[in-house]
């Protein structure tokens, strides 16, 4: 029986959670588990010897997106689902992710529910990164107006995550897609080393008349979903968010985001300061905002 689902998990020193990532979905005929490891250090794929997974070694950090493409080149089912290593879906929340695709034909991608450690709801709904987001986060209003849609790229209403949704874009956690839909678009732009691949994808999706769509009858259990940049990673983080405002807002749009993403680094560097590696993080994303290396207005 030929896979209806290629599972893609990226691996980057991932040892400690990458077994109990596969294991749940080993031994379905349909589903075939491709790992791609981006030059790990802890011997992650060492976790998963034996097992009928296909594992591949990159050689190379590539970054998320680089990985998600390779692994889906490896296979051919036309559904491919997208996990992080640190999550955990069983077989019948799988199921119920696939049947969204079965009943909806405009949906090109569908997530689940996610939860953590502890069983407690990761808000998943997203909403484009915005100039008044950005400038939102940067001053903390988004603090005060927490419900507005304006000033809060994230859902964040319990109430929300009840219903079916079909949000702007939808977390790279965990996303079953259409590999048509995904190969018609040319898959994820590796440009992006981390942060903001999946709101592209689902951007580029969106643009060639696709929708996204929430699922909450199917489950995830995320380990490191809540989890904030750790703050070596925030200068990619704030290029991430300038290379995606260049592509897919304005010119006027993204050079108010940019300069957003400044300010942001700049006032969080200072209310940061009790925490010095994190006010650390912020001054070198503040330098990367200013730097910004990413491609033009325009382009990937």
Known sequence: MSARIDVVVVSYNSAQTLRACVEPLLGREDIAITVVDNA??????????????????????????????????????????????????????????????????????????????????????????????????????????????????????????????????????????????LEAIGGFDEGFFLYCEDMDLCARLVAAGHRMRYEPSATVNHVGGHSAPRSALLAILADSRIRFARKHASRPSAVMQRVGIAVDAATHSVAGLRRPGYARGHAAALVAALRSRTARHGTA
């Open 40 to 181: 790990s250090t802890d011997g992650s794929l060492d976790a998963i010897a034996g097992l009928p997974v296909r594992a591949i070694d990159a050689g190379r950090n590539g970054g998320f997106g680089f990985g998600c493409n390779a692994g889906m080149a490896a296979g051919d089912a036309p559904l491919v689902l997208f996990l992080n290593p640190d999550a955990r879906i069983e077989p019948e929340d799988v199921d119920r992710l696939v049947a969204v695709l079965d009943a909806e034909p405009d949906v090109a991608l569908v997530g689940p529910r996610l939860l953590d450690g502890d069983g407690e709801l990761i808000p998943s709904i997203r909403r484009w990164q915005r100039a008044s987001s950005i400038w939102a986060q940067a001053l903390f209003a988004h603090r005060l107006f927490a419900r507005a849609a304006w000033a809060n790229e994230i859902n964040r209403q319990p109430e929300a995550y009840e219903q079916v949704a079909y949000p702007e874009w939808i977390s790279g956690a965990c996303m079953l897609g259409r590999r048509p839909a």
